[in-house]
């Protein structure tokens, strides 16, 4: 097995149980999810419902990425002429993949 080159960081744990009881049920979610949006600075019933039915303005302008007109632009002459598209990324590309498979599928 690989040895990992991250050291993990833990907060503390949150020390009003109240809040975390109080949340909990208003929202009918478990206290360690709980425990662990407020550790994220979620401290409110809004911010947890937000958080957990997220609406478009979560979304970046992927036009902001360099040179994406350009990949647009080959993305969209692979699919015209039917060529097969490979897609390289790391371990959490799979918003990128969603956009492009989004991309795609509107062509």
């Known amino acids: 097995m690989l040895k990992s080159r991250t050291k993990w960081k833990l907060n503390a744990p949150v020390k009003n149980t109240e809040k975390v009881t109080e949340l909990s049920e208003?929202?009918?979610?478990?206290?360690?999810?709980?425990?662990?949006?407020?550790?994220?600075?979620?401290?409110?019933?809004?911010?947890?419902?937000?958080?957990?039915?997220?609406?478009?303005?979560?979304?970046?302008?992927?036009?902001?990425?360099?040179?994406?007109?350009?990949?647009?632009?080959?993305?969209?002459?692979?699919?015209?002429?039917?060529e097969q598209i490979t897609i390289y990324g790391d371990y959490d590309a799979g918003a990128i993949r969603s956009q492009v498979k989004s991309l795609c599928s509107s062509l």
């Open 26 to 82: 208003a929202l009918k979610l478990s206290p360690l999810f709980i425990e662990l949006c407020l550790q994220r600075g979620l401290d409110s019933k809004d911010k947890i419902e937000r958080f957990l039915q997220p609406d478009q303005t979560w979304i970046y302008d992927p036009y902001l990425m360099h040179d994406m007109e350009r990949a647009v632009s080959r993305i969209t002459e692979s699919v015209e002429r039917g």
